[in-house]
Each structure stands twice: as structure tokens, then as C-alpha cells.
């Protein structure tokens, strides 16, 4: 009962001191308001989340060779695990095969000095000459060829004619020979005795004929042999001679080829020796000492000291992250201090709800592995014109906003005046005003009174940090 009356009590001392400093908002005394400049300030957002320090990337650096040809690998300099710096010497290729080419591409080159205009017209003649040669011994022969081949058809038709023609007489001779072992009187076995002996005759003749044949058809085959045998020779000869002419007029006329493959192969011999391009541990190593490789990539370096930040968020909360956002990022321990870095990749979690975000930043060689971090995701950070959240008010309606301005009277003290804005940007301390109601500099109320309207004389004052 006590409580009850108590705080009738209480309410009843409020009013009144409401209804005094109505009456006197009312009259002509000024009541003491606080207020603040209206200019810029930082208008920002954050959104405030822990995560864990992780290797940067899974991926590996790979260390490659200059070289685009197979070479064999002479040493390996590294091995797996080895810590390397950038600059270190990675691996190292057998050279003397490029070495070799050099030395003849060099002796090359020497020739060009030694070869002048009248050497090279001297040189185009013997060639179209050794050509033209070519072309008359080569035709020769292989008119040789065919016309020895033309023989060779021709007895082997002749054989083949013979062959028939003693298969026919062959099987008239054993016709009559069977009729002669059929015969019983003696005018038939005189008869077919007679056959018999002529057909023989007759089989005996083209014996001999094919025979003839026979060794005509050997000897155009020699003949043949022979012939072809002088063709791959004589062409093999004029080959060579014919190279050797147009070796010596291509390697005038590629002067400049020449010189540039020698500059490539010298270039190979520079870059015989493989340098690391990066810093980290050696993960994995892509060659053996004495393989021949055609595969540029030689060993694959982790980089132990890219580090990234890892996030999760909601899925409301990424409605508002995206790539590139700035962070700032606190650690447990001051020595650290606040680091800065930004949103450098967002993915959605498989299967589950959510999105991991990674951030990344120069200074986070200053992290540790596994460690734990604080980070603020700065959704926007504004210095723009804006005023403290207290100081805007909303309308009876609810739809519209104003603020309190204290402007100077004729009577030298200070008047409320009601500026209606329209607001854009917020943060936890401050929102900006879009509308051109209000000027640099306006004294802006920033407390809360409901005595505090349009007219109410007012002392202005700076609140104090």
C-alpha cells in the first residue's frame, strides 16, 4: 500500500515539473538544450563476427622451367620439405646437347661472312645444274627399269603360253596312253603308239620352250634388280650433292633464322639452371635426377605465409557482404593490434546452411596459424553530412522526420525551428540527411523533450565528450 501511494507520489512530482517547464517554454525564459554542429562525420556499419586464421591457399605455387624442349635433369637442389626463398636455386639441366647445337649453329653463322653475291650465284647454277643431272640419270634408268620390265611381261606371257600349251599335249598324251593300254588289235596299238610318241614330241618342245622362257624371265629380274638398285644409288648420290648445294644456299638465305635460333639456344643454356620464383616449403617434387622431362612444371612450393581469415555467415548477414568489403580485424593480444583487410572470397557452405567468407590483408603475416580473430565487416564508411540518431525525430503521422534546429532571434537568444530531412545512410551513431533542409553548421537539438518544439526559446549547448 505503501509502494502504491509512494509512487503517486513520484508521478505527481513529475507532472508538476513537466507542467513548470511547459510554462516556462511557454513564456519568455530560454531553456537550456544540447546540441551539435550539423556537418560530416563517419557514417558506418559493421558487422561483427569471429573467425580462425587459416593457410591461404591449398593451392600450390608451381616452380616451372624457361625451357620449352625435353632436357635431362643433372641435380635436384631441393627436396620435399625443404624451406626456399625466393631466388634459390631449384634444379639444374644436362646442357651438353645444347651445347652441341650452339657450337654447330656458330659454325654456321662463321660461313656467312665467307660467302659473297657471285659465290651465291655460283652456287644456285650448280644446283639447278646437279638437279637437271639428276633428273636426265634418274629418267634414263627408269627407262632401263621398263623397258627390262616390258621383257620380263612379255616372256613371262610367252611361258605361260608355252605352260598351256604342254598341259594340253600332256593330257592328249595320256588320253592316247590310255587307249593304247585299252587296245586289243594291232592297228589300234599301232595307232595310239603313234599318238603317244607325238604328243610326247609335242611336250617335250614346250619343255624346252618354257625353259627358255624361264631363264629370260631370271635375267630380266636381274636386270631389274640391277637397274633399281643403280636408281637408289645414283639418287642417293645426286641427293647429296643436291642437299649440300642448297645446305650452303639455305644457310645464306636463313641468315637471320640461324642467328635467332642460336640466341634461343643460348638463352636455353641461361635458363638451364631453375630459380625459385617463390617463398614456402616444398610440397611436392615433379622430376628425378636423369629423367629426360618434357613437362615444364618442376616442383610445386606451398606458401606457408599467406594466410587468410575464415568466416562464417548466415544467410541474412551475406545479403549485405560482398567481395572486396574493408575489414578490421582484432586479436586477443594488443601487441597485434588492429589489423585492416578485406572480403576476399565468399562461398556457400555444401549441403548446410550458410556461406564461408575469407578475408585476406597484408599485415596478416603477423597471424598465427589456427589463431582465433575478431572481425568487423564495414558495410559502409562515410564521412558525409549526417547528425546523431537522438537528434531525429518522427512526426505525429509516423511517416516523416524532422529535426530541431536553434536558430538566432532578433532578440538575441535562440528559437526552435522544426526542419523536416529525409534520411539515407545509418549507423549506430549517426544518419545522413539527404535533404537540403539544413546548412553546414546549423545547431542541431540533440535531446530528447517532448517540452522541445517549433518556437520554444532555447540556450544552445555544446555537449561535452
Given at each position: 500500500?505503501?509502494?502504491?501511494?509512494?509512487?503517486?507520489?513520484?508521478?505527481?512530482?513529475?507532472?508538476?515539473?513537466?507542467?513548470?517547464?511547459?510554462?516556462?517554454?511557454?513564456?519568455?525564459?530560454?531553456?537550456?538544450?544540447?546540441?551539435?554542429?550539423?556537418?560530416?562525420?563517419?557514417?558506418?556499419?559493421?558487422?561483427?563476427?569471429?573467425?580462425?586464421?587459416?593457410?591461404?591457399?591449398?593451392?600450390?605455387?608451381?616452380?616451372?622451367?624457361?625451357?620449352?624442349?625435353?632436357?635431362?635433369?643433372?641435380?635436384?637442389?631441393?627436396?620435399?620439405?625443404?624451406?626456399?626463398?625466393?631466388?634459390?636455386?631449384?634444379?639444374?639441366?644436362?646442357?651438353?646437347?645444347?651445347?652441341?647445337q650452339i657450337a654447330d649453329l656458330e659454325k654456321q653463322v662463321s660461313v656467312y661472312d665467307n660467302i659473297d653475291k657471285k659465290s651465291m650465284s655460283d652456287l644456285q647454277a650448280q644446283l639447278q645444274s646437279a638437279k637437271q643431272?639428276?633428273?636426265?640419270?634418274?629418267?634414263?634408268?627408269?627407262?632401263?627399269?621398263?623397258?627390262?620390265?616390258?621383257?620380263?611381261?612379255?616372256?613371262?606371257?610367252?611361258?605361260?603360253?608355252?605352260?598351256?600349251?604342254?598341259?594340253?599335249?600332256?593330257?592328249?598324251?595320256?588320253?592316247?596312253?590310255?587307249?593304247?593300254?585299252?587296245?586289243?588289235?594291232?592297228?589300234?596299238?599301232?595307232?595310239?603308239?603313234?599318238?603317244?610318241?607325238?604328243?610326247?614330241?609335242?611336250?617335250?618342245?614346250?619343255?624346252?620352250?618354257?625353259?627358255?622362257?624361264?631363264?629370260?624371265?631370271?635375267?630380266?629380274?636381274?636386270?631389274?634388280?640391277?637397274?633399281?638398285?643403280?636408281?637408289?644409288?645414283?639418287?642417293?648420290?645426286?641427293?647429296?650433292?643436291?642437299?649440300?648445294?642448297?645446305?650452303?644456299?639455305?644457310?645464306?638465305?636463313?641468315?637471320?633464322?640461324?642467328?635467332?635460333?642460336?640466341?634461343?639456344?643460348?638463352?636455353?643454356?641461361?635458363?638451364?639452371?631453375?630459380?625459385?620464383?617463390?617463398?614456402?616449403?616444398?610440397?611436392?617434387?615433379?622430376?628425378?635426377?636423369?629423367?629426360?622431362?618434357?613437362?615444364?612444371?618442376?616442383?610445386?612450393?606451398?606458401?606457408?605465409?599467406?594466410?587468410?581469415?575464415?568466416?562464417?555467415?548466415?544467410?541474412?548477414?551475406?545479403?549485405?557482404?560482398?567481395?572486396?568489403?574493408?575489414?578490421?580485424?582484432?586479436?586477443?593480444?594488443?601487441?597485434?593490434?588492429?589489423?585492416?583487410?578485406?572480403?576476399?572470397?565468399?562461398?556457400?557452405?555444401?549441403?548446410?546452411?550458410?556461406?564461408?567468407?575469407?578475408?585476406?590483408?597484408?599485415?596478416?603475416?603477423?597471424?598465427?596459424?589456427?589463431?582465433?580473430?575478431?572481425?568487423?565487416?564495414?558495410?559502409?564508411?562515410?564521412?558525409?553530412?549526417?547528425?546523431?540518431?537522438?537528434?531525429?525525430?518522427?512526426?505525429?503521422?509516423?511517416?516523416?522526420?524532422?529535426?530541431l534546429v536553434a536558430v538566432p532571434n532578433s532578440a538575441g537568444s535562440y528559437t526552435l525551428e522544426k526542419r523536416d530531412v529525409t534520411t539515407g545512410l545509418e549507423s549506430d551513431e549517426y544518419i545522413q540527411i539527404e535533404s537540403?533542409?539544413?546548412?553546414?553548421?546549423?545547431?542541431?537539438?540533440?535531446?530528447?523533450?517532448?517540452?522541445?518544439?517549433?518556437?520554444?526559446?532555447?540556450?544552445?549547448?555544446?555537449?561535452?565528450?
Amino acid at each position: 500500500m505503501k509502494i502504491k501511494r509512494l509512487s503517486a507520489l513520484l508521478a505527481f512530482i513529475t507532472l508538476l515539473g513537466m507542467l513548470t517547464a511547459c510554462a516556462k517554454a511557454e513564456g519568455d525564459a530560454a531553456i537550456d538544450v544540447f546540441v551539435e554542429e550539423y556537418g560530416e562525420h563517419e557514417v558506418s556499419k559493421y558487422i561483427t563476427t569471429t573467425g580462425t586464421v587459416e593457410r591461404g591457399s591449398s593451392m600450390p605455387f608451381v616452380v616451372s622451367t624457361e625451357i620449352d624442349s625435353s632436357y635431362r635433369v643433372k641435380k635436384l637442389y631441393v627436396a620435399v620439405g625443404d624451406r626456399v626463398k625466393e631466388g634459390d636455386k631449384i634444379c639444374e639441366f644436362d646442357t651438353s646437347y645444347i651445347e652441341s647445337q650452339i657450337a654447330d649453329l656458330e659454325k654456321q653463322v662463321s660461313v656467312y661472312d665467307n660467302i659473297d653475291k657471285k659465290s651465291m650465284s655460283d652456287l644456285q647454277a650448280q644446283l639447278q645444274s646437279a638437279k637437271q643431272m639428276q633428273t636426265v640419270q634418274l629418267n634414263q634408268l627408269n627407262d632401263k627399269i621398263s623397258a627390262a620390265q616390258q621383257k620380263y611381261n612379255t616372256a613371262e606371257q610367252s611361258y605361260n603360253t608355252a605352260q598351256s600349251n604342254y598341259n594340253k599335249a600332256e593330257n592328249s598324251y595320256n588320253d592316247a596312253e590310255s587307249g593304247l593300254n585299252n587296245a586289243e588289235d594291232a592297228e589300234k596299238i599301232s595307232y595310239y603308239s603313234g599318238l603317244c610318241s607325238s604328243y610326247q614330241a609335242q611336250m617335250t618342245s614346250y619343255k624346252s620352250e618354257m625353259a627358255q622362257w624361264q631363264s629370260t624371265m631370271t635375267t630380266c629380274q636381274d636386270e631389274i634388280k640391277s637397274s633399281q638398285y643403280e636408281y637408289e644409288l645414283t639418287k642417293l648420290q645426286t641427293d647429296r650433292d643436291i642437299n649440300s648445294l642448297q645446305y650452303q644456299i639455305d644457310t645464306y638465305q636463313s641468315k637471320n633464322d640461324t642467328q635467332e635460333k642460336l640466341n634461343t639456344l643460348k638463352k636455353a643454356l641461361a635458363d638451364s639452371v631453375v630459380y625459385s620464383k617463390y617463398s614456402g616449403v616444398v610440397s611436392e617434387i615433379l622430376v628425378k635426377e636423369g629423367q629426360t622431362t618434357s613437362d615444364k612444371n618442376i616442383v610445386n612450393i606451398v606458401d606457408d605465409n599467406n594466410k587468410l581469415i575464415h568466416v562464417v555467415l548466415n544467410d541474412s548477414d551475406i545479403m549485405s557482404v560482398e567481395e572486396g568489403m574493408a575489414v578490421k580485424v582484432k586479436t586477443a593480444s594488443d601487441a597485434v593490434g588492429e589489423l585492416t583487410g578485406e572480403v576476399y572470397k565468399i562461398n556457400r557452405i555444401k549441403g548446410q546452411d550458410g556461406f564461408d567468407v575469407y578475408i585476406k590483408g597484408d599485415d596478416f603475416d603477423k597471424l598465427n596459424i589456427g589463431m582465433g580473430v575478431t572481425n568487423s565487416i564495414v558495410m559502409f564508411a562515410d564521412n558525409t553530412l549526417s547528425v546523431s540518431k537522438d537528434a531525429v525525430r518522427k512526426s505525429e503521422d509516423g511517416e516523416t522526420s524532422y529535426v530541431l534546429v536553434a536558430v538566432p532571434n532578433s532578440a538575441g537568444s535562440y528559437t526552435l525551428e522544426k526542419r523536416d530531412v529525409t534520411t539515407g545512410l545509418e549507423s549506430d551513431e549517426y544518419i545522413q540527411i539527404e535533404s537540403e533542409n539544413l546548412t553546414a553548421g546549423d545547431k542541431v537539438v540533440t535531446m530528447k523533450n517532448s517540452v522541445l518544439r517549433e518556437g520554444v526559446m532555447v540556450n544552445p549547448v555544446e555537449k561535452s565528450e
